[in-house]
């Protein structure tokens, strides 16, 4: 970190190190007569003139040449600083959010269809399933110009923000990579760029330099916006020395793939890496100078056996072996777009190489928790999530010792939609738990951990999800239906949270196809004969001929039982006292999977199958 010679002025420490807080009220905003952040229980306040902020815009060189050119792409970024960066040689730290979203994306980019019969082998058909709206991304991106939010909070409080525009997106150069490391290189470029490593011009061509920021830079953002923080932060880059990303991808293989299955990201069938590059391109540049480049994510991605393969590995994000940067996650535990894998193996990565974190997770779907969220800490204090987000760049970009690395690492809020913290995600409490599955007959089977009926049958169900919703197929776990199967525990006697990854193994046949799609779903039951709507606890799908590994495709014999296991998406969940946990399984998924014809006949030995539960307290707690 370059260290202006005010620098340890600016951030109230004097030569003793003890931190002066400052006395004024934030709501003041006073102008201190010698430039420099105030802090005020550890968390800087707003005493900048945001109308007064210097912004500019400037062209940042990278190392890629993704429109083969001839050229270095060149990223487009603009900047909103203190007016004192200029005035009074004031050097301060970055918050940057790179994006995709910036301007010009094609709405009306086509879909490829997901019916499998009209799928050709190359995978490249486009029709129909056009998103002729999506309010989802429209609410991620960034506003094109500054001020925008970041810069409107984090400007007065001493910082710079950039808003940078992705590599072959907006007024960058280039073509769109989704998800590679030239993407990634060409996000780096930006952070080299404000730490003297890189060459940045304005739009006259006259090289320009970051001389008024420490070098020091926090990375954050939402979906997309999220997602190249944690693809930088693999790299080690210098300078980077923090990141926030919500709701974000750790491995793209795991957003639009699972198992060796092509399943969606939640809502958006058809989906896929090419139709994400269309979308950020803008119909002018994907039509135009980056077609081939979009054409040859098409051919390699390959929507016919799903398999990970080396297109895959490039964006594959999940090493943090040379992460420098401390990391603050956040994630929805309802996303169904950027599922909860992406923030629970990026987690254990982080664990694993023991980087500095902390966690978030919240109650909704895709997108952050609110401003407002909050969260009372085990010694009383109240902090939202705003102020929570704040402290964190303090801490990291300005140096202000305000403890919030001695506070708990997870906060998780609850089906109530109260906050509470703990110790680690997932729970350390948490105790795997083998669920035998049971049947005697054709009807709903059980879930036990006792010893199963000595006599059981193996039980049948026939393929029709292109035209049954997965609602229809959860509904009336009591009732037996022929398209799918249902697995019960007794009544709870008392309230049963899960923290960590579900396990499935099945002992399944395909009895008339080569292949089929397998789902399996956790779902939270009201008692028997409860009007009460099941809730989804979490969902899992793979493909059976990828039993022996996600980069391989083993054909199956028809008739032949094999054991196939696979890990549902991660969660925490309780289900509450009077309630039923409820295991089931069908074929194909209607909302993510690709859709095949019906009739795909499949047999499962319930005796030879379980589900493996991360039960806070084990089996005790579990309570049958």
């Avoid at 072996?321 to 599922?339: C, E, I, T, Y």
């Amino acid at each position: 970190m370059r260290r202006s010679p005010h620098l340890l002025a600016l951030i109230g420490l004097g030569l003793s190190g003890a931190l002066t807080l400052s006395a004024a009220p934030a709501a003041a905003r006073p102008t201190p007569t010698v430039p420099g952040i105030v802090v005020v229980d550890g968390m800087t306040q707003p005493v900048f003139s945001l109308a007064d902020a210097i912004e500019e815009r400037v062209y940042v060189e990278t190392t890629v040449d993704t429109d083969d050119d001839g050229r270095p792409d060149r990223v487009a970024i603009d900047i909103s600083r203190p007016r004192e960066t200029a005035t009074e040689g004031f050097k301060v730290p970055v918050i940057f959010e790179h994006s995709p979203y910036r301007k010009d994306v094609w709405y009306d980019v086509p879909y490829p269809s997901v019916l499998v019969d009209e799928l050709p082998q190359n995978g490249i058909d486009h029709r129909g399933n056009r998103r002729t709206s999506d309010p989802a991304v429209q609410r991620a991106a960034a506003k094109a110009n500054l001020p925008g939010t970041l810069d409107d909070y984090y400007v007065p409080r001493g910082y710079a923000v950039v808003l940078g525009q992705s590599i072959g997106t907006g007024d960058s150069d280039g073509c769109p990579t989704s998800g590679d490391q030239a993407e990634t290189l060409g996000t780096k470029a930006v952070i080299d760029w404000l730490n003297g490593r890189a060459q940045g011009y304005d739009a006259a061509g006259t090289p320009v330099t970051a001389d008024w920021t420490t070098g020091a830079v926090g990375m954050t953002g939402v979906s997309y916006n999220g997602t190249l923080p944690n693809q930088v932060a693999a790299t080690g880059v210098p300078g980077l020395r923090t990141i926030v990303p919500v709701a974000a991808i750790s491995s793209w293989y795991d957003y639009y793939r699972a198992n060796g299955l092509v399943v969606a990201p939640g809502t958006y069938q058809g989906e896929d890496t090419d139709v994400l590059a269309g979308f950020t391109a803008g119909q002018t540049r994907a039509e135009g100078r980056c077609a081939a480049a979009i054409a040859e994510l098409t051919n390699r991605q390959d929507r016919i056996t799903g398999d990970y393969s080396a297109f895959w590995r490039d964006r594959d994000h999940l090493d943090a072996r040379k992460v420098r940067a401390s990391v603050l996650v956040v994630h929805g535990l309802n996303d169904w777009n950027v599922k909860t894998e992406h923030f629970a193996g990026w987690w254990d990565e982080l664990t694993r190489h023991r980087v500095p974190r902390r966690i978030w997770l919240h109650q909704g779907g895709h997108g952050g928790p609110g401003n407002t969220a909050s969260v009372t800490l085990p010694d009383g204090r109240t902090w939202t999530w705003k102020q929570t987000e704040n402290r964190w760049f303090d801490h990291w970009l300005w140096q202000v010792p305000n403890g919030i690395m001695d506070e708990p690492t997870a906060v998780v809020q609850r089906e109530d939609s109260t906050y509470t913290t703990y110790a680690n995600w997932p729970d350390p409490g948490s105790r795997e738990v083998a669920l035998r599955l049971a049947a005697t007959d054709a009807t709903p089977g059980v879930l036990t951990t006792g010893k199963p009926p000595r006599k059981q049958v193996e039980q049948r169900f026939v393929d029709e999800g292109r035209t049954i919703h997965p609602d229809t197929l959860i509904a009336a776990p009591d009732a037996t239906s022929p398209h799918r199967l249902a697995y019960l525990s007794p009544t709870l006697d008392q309230q049963v949270r899960i923290s960590g990854r579900p396990q499935v193994r099945l002992r399944l046949a395909i009895d008339n196809k080569p292949g089929a799609n397998l789902t399996a779903y956790l779902v939270d039951y009201g008692p028997p004969g409860s009007d009460a709507a099941p809730t989804v606890v979490t969902r899992g799908w793979m493909d059976p001929q990828n039993r022996h590994s996600a980069s391989r495709t083993d054909p199956l014999r028809q008739g032949k039982l094999y054991d196939l296991r696979w890990t549902l998406e991660p969660k925490d969940h309780v289900f509450p006292a009077g309630h039923r946990i409820g295991l089931v399984v069908f074929s194909t998924d209607q909302e993510y999977t690709l859709l095949p014809l019906g009739g795909t006949r499949l047999r499962v030995a319930p005796q030879h199958s379980e589900l493996r539960l991360p039960v806070v307290g084990g089996r005790t707690a579990l309570g049958f």
